[in-house]
């Protein structure tokens, strides 16, 4: 006696069971044709006819600004931005990935010229700029990890590039530096200006940088300082930096120093290496 209901139920099964591998084969395959995320590149350029940051950001249809970009742009891609002045203070709030930075670089090299970047994302690289403003401020301020600020000319600036002053313990004795780590600062040129780099961070790499002539910004009270390299946190490296130029007159009242740190606040500066630095006309001291 045949049981047609049972039967029915069977092929019913296996036509599901068909129908399923089916689409996880449609699946497998379309993932693997698509491949990873294509990086996409940026064109920043005010004086292209139709500029605007309503375009996609194309060759043919650029941005007017560049944080339009920074606030497009994700890991891996890349924002040129052409040459002329941008009175922005550009806010980077997105990140990259090991491999896949996001990267803002002038082309031609040093030929746009920004107020400032506050980097608030990681593994961010700026390169090529030219950075300076009316009114002299941070050019670069780190908020993040993996960041790298590259062949840039700072000028009139307060500080070159600065990082954080660090999470103060509970009882007030130290600070952990650890949110703004292995950054890299390298083969910039800073010109007049109060400070060249404040290292707060830890694992920073600082090399084959040049910081010329401070000048004293402030109204040069007694206690007010000019130094060409602060330092606060632990492993950073400075390798090949020359610091030189400065005068008496630009740096008015100011103690000044190559290198310096302190400890009034719970401050740390441990395991640190200073090497092959070069320094001329300073008559402070190297290190305080």
């Not at 090299?109 to 994302?121: K, P, Y």
Request: glycine share 10%; hydrophobic share 40%.
């Amino acid at each position: 006696m045949t049981q047609p209901c049972l039967e029915t139920s069977v092929v019913t099964r296996k036509h599901i069971v068909r129908v399923a591998r089916g689409a996880l084969l449609f699946v497998a395959v379309w993932a693997a044709l698509a491949g990873p995320t294509r990086a996409v590149t940026f064109v920043v350029d005010p004086a292209a006819p139709g500029a605007a940051d309503t375009n996609p950001g194309t060759e043919e249809r650029p941005f007017k600004t560049v944080q339009r970009a920074a606030d497009v742009a994700g890991a891996g891609d890349t924002v040129f931005v052409m040459a002329g002045r941008y009175d922005e203070r550009v806010s980077v709030r997105s990140s990259g990935t090991a491999g896949k930075p996001v990267v803002f670089a002038a082309r031609p090299r040093r030929s746009a010229t920004v107020s400032g970047f506050d980097l608030d994302g990681s593994y961010i690289r700026v390169e090529g700029f030219e950075i300076t403003a009316d009114k002299p401020a941070t050019a670069v301020q780190l908020h993040a990890s993996h960041c790298e600020i590259l062949d840039n000319y700072i000028q009139d600036m307060m500080v070159a590039v600065n990082g954080t002053v660090g999470q103060p313990s509970a009882d007030g004795n130290t600070r952990d530096y650890s949110a703004v780590a292995h950054n890299r600062i390298a083969y910039n040129k800073v010109y007049h200006g109060e400070f060249g780099f404040i290292l707060g961070g830890n694992d920073w790499l600082v090399d084959d940088n040049e910081v010329n002539r401070l000048f004293m910004y402030g109204p040069g009270n007694r206690f007010d300082d000019c130094d060409y390299s602060r330092f606060f946190g632990q492993g950073c490296v400075e390798r090949r930096n020359y610091f030189h130029g400065s005068t008496r007159s630009e740096i008015k009242t100011a103690h000044m120093d190559c290198l310096q740190t302190f400890t009034n606040n719970g401050e740390i500066a441990k395991n640190l290496l200073f090497e092959d630095n070069g320094l001329a006309s300073i008559w402070w001291t190297v290190l305080g």
